[in-house]
């Protein structure tokens, strides 16, 4: 796993390309935090250094929360200094945008974290 966790942080656009959240993670964090995106509302990270990993899975499988959920998560367990996420919060507040193109509302996380065994 280093050697590919070393690789995706190297060239996170090939992981998913640009203008994505897990391509911004890699670079944002100098590749600290790998991230990729899955299927159906599944998204993965990696703090490599820390031995974390963690996983969100948004139930109704709708894209449009898990990118909030994922920096949202990130921040409430401190893994982003505030420069990591200004850089990262057009991807944890996304605009919610009418027909016309018009800001009408954001999507924000309300992450509570619980700890589970050891």
């Known amino acids: 796993p280093a050697e590919i966790f070393a ?8 992981v998913a390309g640009t203008d994505r959240l897990c ?26 250094e820390q031995g974390l990993g963690i996983a969100i899975k948004v139930e109704d499988g709708a894209r449009r929360a898990v990118d909030s959920a994922l920096v949202g998560t990130l921040r409430a367990l401190g893994l ?23 800001e009408v509302g954001r999507v924000r996380p309300v992450v509570r974290l619980e700890r589970h065994g050891d």
């Open 23 to 48: 391509t911004d993670v890699m670079r944002v964090t100098g590749g600290r935090i790998i991230a990729k995106f899955g299927a159906e509302g599944v998204y993965c990270a990696a703090v490599p």
């Open 80 to 102: 982003l200094s505030e420069a990591e996420y200004g850089a990262l919060q057009r991807h944890g507040e996304p605009a919610i945008l009418n027909t016309r193109g018009e």
């Open 7 to 14: 690789a995706m942080a190297r060239h996170p656009e090939y």
